[in-house]
């Protein structure tokens, strides 16, 4: 049976221990509500931080990739893009070397050919020249691949080079319609670049069809790890509400409680009157 003692308040001091803890609670309990967080730090849970941290850094290195496709499949687009009106040009300079083919031409009439083709070809050299994204062009003559960071385990894609299709296209305005000789000699020129520029469409098409897919694949990998994010640190904000006021009646008790028991000592002051 417990003293009754004016030094010792057992019933206080067991009342306060409760009230503490439930203080405790309601710093946890607003904390979660406050950040929207039911793991803050190693202390809430070490396990699931540890986790928790490696994910965040995953998703910061994702997002990184993805701009890094992102620059990369920019490279691609514009030198498809170009490829693909040089693609349509060509067909116009075609037509140019079959006129100049025909013996029944006039001096006239070949000089003006020759004038036509000789810009339709620097046309060519110019779309090359400008095919140019972040200082980067795969289809100039000085140029090598691209290597585009496609993973946050360091997976590299290539855009390929297509510098082979500059030297052709050098070959094709080296050459004149000044005569159906000279034009048949075009031809056999236009016909390598041709062949170069269907390579090059070819190969930018599908470099580029693999960026757009890693892209989509990053982007929804970033997401699927976003949610698994969630699911260890959200805080369930319906479930805390709930707590939150569950601790503050509890407080609220506990501070009556706490008061009734530091009463407890004053009762004694009756016996010694």
């Given at each position: 049976?417990?003293?009754?003692s004016?030094?010792?308040?057992i019933?206080?001091?067991?009342?306060?221990?409760?009230?503490?803890?439930?203080?405790?609670?309601?710093?946890?309990?607003q904390?979660?509500?406050?950040?929207?967080?039911?793991?803050?730090?190693?202390?809430?849970?070490?396990?699931?931080?540890?986790?928790?941290?490696?994910?965040?850094?995953?998703?910061?290195?994702?997002?990184?990739?993805?701009?890094?496709?992102?620059?990369?499949?920019?490279?691609?687009?514009?030198?498809?893009?170009?490829?693909?009106?040089?693609?349509d040009?060509?067909?116009?300079?075609?037509?140019?070397?079959?006129?100049?083919?025909?013996?029944?031409?006039?001096s006239?009439?070949?000089?003006?050919?020759?004038?036509?083709?000789?810009?339709?070809?620097?046309?060519?050299?110019?779309?090359?020249?400008?095919?140019?994204?972040?200082?980067?062009?795969?289809?100039?003559?000085?140029?090598?691949?691209?290597?585009?960071?496609?993973?946050?385990?360091?997976?590299?894609?290539?855009?390929?080079?297509?510098?082979?299709?500059?030297?052709?296209?050098?070959?094709?305005?080296?050459?004149?319609?000044?005569?159906?000789?000279?034009?048949?000699?075009?031809?056999?020129?236009?016909?390598?670049?041709?062949?170069?520029?269907?390579?090059?469409?070819?190969?930018?098409?599908?470099?580029?069809?693999?960026?757009?897919?890693?892209?989509?694949?990053?982007?929804?990998?970033?997401?699927?790890?976003?949610?698994?994010?969630?699911?260890?640190?959200?805080?369930?904000?319906?479930?805390?509400?709930?707590?939150?006021?569950?601790?503050?009646?509890?407080?609220?008790?506990?501070?009556?409680?706490?008061?009734?028991?530091?009463?407890?000592?004053?009762?004694?002051?009756?016996?010694?009157?």
């Amino acid at each position: 049976m417990p003293i009754n003692s004016i030094n010792t308040n057992i019933s206080a001091q067991i009342a306060l221990q409760f009230l503490n803890g439930t203080n405790r609670d309601m710093d946890q309990v607003q904390q979660r509500v406050s950040t929207g967080l039911k793991v803050n730090g190693a202390v809430d849970d070490a396990s699931s931080f540890a986790i928790a941290q490696g994910l965040r850094g995953d998703i910061k290195a994702s997002s990184a990739v993805s701009q890094g496709i992102a620059n990369g499949r920019g490279v691609a687009t514009i030198a498809l893009s170009v490829a693909t009106s040089i693609s349509d040009l060509i067909a116009d300079v075609k037509k140019k070397i079959i006129e100049g083919m025909n013996a029944a031409n006039t001096s006239e009439q070949q000089n003006i050919l020759n004038a036509d083709f000789l810009s339709l070809s620097a046309q060519i050299n110019t779309f090359i020249a400008n095919a140019v994204y972040n200082g980067r062009n795969v289809l100039s003559a000085a140029s090598t691949s691209v290597n585009v960071i496609a993973n946050i385990d360091g997976t590299v894609m290539t855009i390929r080079s297509q510098s082979s299709f500059s030297f052709q296209a050098a070959n094709l305005g080296a050459q004149t319609l000044s005569s159906t000789v000279a034009s048949f000699k075009a031809l056999s020129a236009l016909e390598l670049a041709e062949s170069a520029i269907a390579i090059a469409l070819g190969q930018l098409g599908a470099d580029s069809r693999a960026l757009n897919f890693q892209a989509d694949f990053i982007s929804q990998l970033t997401d699927s790890t976003t949610e698994g994010l969630g699911d260890i640190v959200d805080a369930d904000m319906a479930k805390e509400s709930a707590r939150l006021q569950a601790l503050q009646v509890k407080q609220q008790l506990g501070v009556q409680t706490l008061n009734i028991a530091n009463q407890r000592p004053t009762i004694l002051q009756q016996l010694f009157r």
